[in-house]
């Protein structure tokens, strides 16, 4: 599997950001709430396969017997010539899309017509949650388009539904105030705490310890942006948000 493109930027607020202006109590990691539990082949996403007459097919997303997340194309038909190829995007490609020069994708290389595909969904990435990942794609090298600037041409997306439930249900973020490692500016949304801007000398100990949370959640809550680097750059807006990943 390849990861490739650029970073994700996060959705426009519906009102007008503010960052937290004092410190509150200090803040202390809330209590472990287990995730819930799925059943072995529980369907958590649904889309079809559309933007091409010569593709067609249904993508699912199943829960594995171990509680990870397989990806299913079933009746998959794909009539073109060329390296064709099957990914994801954390963004919503929409059926007729010519191309993803601007949007990073999650690859497992050339693929063939067969009734069903699985591939797996890498569990350390999506940290046992992969609803951020919009959209299923069906892409072909095109030397011509990508000469153009045309990154991957696609040919055929399925922008899924996803009905999973909330994995981390004890994942609530609190800003207790700025430390010496942790001096960043929390935005405020709604009442709620959007976004964390990185200021130099940063550490993520310290920022997550400010907020309350772990390292793990601060993964979960950036799977496009950090994905497991523990540095972080002064200026970087990491989200805080769920509903936001």
């Not at 801007?197 to 793990?216: F, M, Q």
Request: charged letters at 15%; a negative charge; hydrophobic letters at 40%.
């Amino acid at each position: 599997m390849v990861l490739s493109g650029c970073t994700l930027t996060g959705t426009t607020a519906a009102s007008t950001p503010t960052p937290s202006a004092t410190p509150t109590a200090s803040a202390t990691p809330t209590p472990t709430v287990e995730a819930p539990e799925l059943a072995e082949g529980t369907v958590v996403a649904t889309g079809a396969l559309a933007g091409d007459d010569r593709v067609s097919g249904e993508a699912e997303v199943r829960v594995t017997e171990v509680g990870t997340f397989e990806l299913h194309l079933i009746d998959f038909r794909a009539d073109h010539s060329g390296e064709i190829s099957v990914g994801w995007s954390p963004r919503v490609v929409e059926p007729g899309t010519p191309c993803t020069s601007s949007i990073m994708t999650l690859d497992y290389g050339n693929i063939s017509e067969h009734p069903s595909l699985v591939f797996p969904v890498m569990s350390d990435f999506t940290r046992g949650d992969p609803s951020f990942l919009r959209t299923v794609l069906i892409t072909l090298y095109d030397e011509v388009a990508f000469a153009k600037g045309c990154y991957i041409s696609v040919l055929s997306s399925a922008v899924l539904t996803w009905t999973l439930p909330d994995m981390r249900p004890g994942l609530v973020v609190e800003d207790s105030g700025r430390t010496g490692g942790a001096s960043g500016i929390v935005t405020i949304v709604d009442g709620e705490p959007r976004n964390y801007t990185v200021a130099p000398n940063d550490l993520i100990a310290e920022v997550t310890a400010r907020l309350g949370i772990t390292i793990d959640d601060l993964f979960y809550l950036n799977p496009t942006t950090i994905a497991g680097s523990h540095m972080l750059q002064a200026g970087d807006v990491l989200n805080l948000s769920k509903a936001h990943r």
